[in-house]
């Protein structure tokens, strides 16, 4: 049994799930996740994802820190598209591009709320228009947590053809938030390919094979070693969890191990990718829960979703959402210790 409780606090709601020694919150302000906390080996527990210690430090969060990101999470080549042969044009806000849905994105909303069975069901309605973007959408997420299973349920309904990719922008420490770095973590991603970025992290187009690459994490990588190796400043890519056409079934996504703690994090998914990124841009000025000051590789994001800038490149994985459809996707992130 999911216990469920909900809270006003400031300029938003707090949902607290307990599932036996895992619990969760969830803020109706970004649809994020503001803390998980489970046990280690010794039944030891720690909040493993970074954030802010008041839903205040939500209104901005520049880094995205467990929020929801919409209409379209990632990048967008020079900010434009083409649907039904009309060019929308979206705010430039990553160097030449458009990233996380524009200057007011989904992470900046606040959604309204309803319980649900061991969850919240949280949606939000995005006008036609808005952020640049073609068609009235709604938008839901449902966040349950079932045993140590956090899962991840987004949908979503067009009144006009439009882009679409949600995920979920939780950052994960799993020796627990505040530690600093994450070099002594093993990461295993199930991905054959990756999509090599151009130098303002648009894909060039090309799904290599990881196979004889640093991108190859089919078989567990001790994190630290693998990023000393890496030219660049880390992990940022898109991981290809399938090929374009497949259907979306859920696959297993990534497996990520703490020997230190014990912790484990499994993640599946049905979105045809997954983001890689391990922090590179934290710079240690962002204050977070308990004062810490969360420094380069100091966590990893695992953003299942669309490939970046699917909505240009054809051969990449669908990204329109036309009237009459549904959007859905799933994503589950399982909880464990060794
Ligand atoms: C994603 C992007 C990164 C960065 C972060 C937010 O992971 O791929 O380049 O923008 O979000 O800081």
Redesign the pocket.
């Known amino acids: 049994m999911t216990e469920v409780c909900k809270e006003e606090r400031g300029p938003a709601e707090r949902w607290s799930l307990r599932s036996g020694a895992v619990s969760v919150e969830i803020l109706s302000l970004g649809c994020g996740i503001q803390s998980i906390r489970t046990p280690d080996h010794s039944g030891q527990s720690a909040d493993i994802v970074l954030g802010y210690q008041d839903v205040e430090g939500y209104l901005s969060n ?3 820190f467990g929020a929801v ?1 919409g209409r379209v ?3 967008i080549a020079k900010g434009r598209f083409v649907v039904d042969e009309k060019e929308y044009k979206l705010a430039i806000n ?1 160097g030449p591009n458009a ?2 849905g524009g200057l007011k994105g989904f992470d900046k909303a606040v959604w309204t709320t309803e319980a649900v069975d061991n969850g919240v069901k949280l949606s939000h309605s995005s006008p036609d228009g808005d952020e640049g973007y073609p068609g009235n959408l709604n938008a839901s997420v449902t966040y349950r947590l079932e045993k140590n299973t956090l899962s991840v349920l987004y949908s979503a309904q067009t009144d006009r053809t439009t882009t679409i990719n949600l995920t979920n ?1 939780s950052y994960f420490n799993l020796a627990g938030q505040g530690t600093p770095d994450i070099y002594d973590h093993e990461v295993t991603i199930s991905a054959e390919s990756y999509l090599p970025v151009d130098d303002t ?1 648009i894909p060039t187009g090309e799904v290599k094979p990881v196979e004889k690459t640093l991108f190859d994490l089919r078989k567990p990588v001790l994190l630290g070693s693998r990023l000393k190796e890496l030219p660049g400043p880390g992990f ?1 890519h898109n991981f290809c969890l399938c090929s374009p056409g497949d259907p979306p079934l859920e696959r297993k996504c990534a497996r990520v191990v703490h020997p230190g703690t014990g912790r484990v994090l499994e993640v599946s998914t049905t979105q045809p990718g997954v ?1 890689f ?1 391990t ?4 710079d240690g000025t962002l204050k977070g829960k308990g004062g810490a000051a969360y420094s380069k590789h100091s966590a990893f ?1 695992l ?1 299942t979703q669309n490939w ?1 800038d699917a909505v240009n490149q054809p051969h990449f994985p669908d990204a329109l959402l036309r009237p009459g459809e549904t959007y859905t996707h799933t994503t589950r992130f399982t909880f464990s210790v060794l």
């Open positions: 520049p880094r995205y990101v999470a990632n990048r990553n990233l996380h922008h992290m940022d983001q990124y922090s590179n841009f934290l994001c953003e970046p």
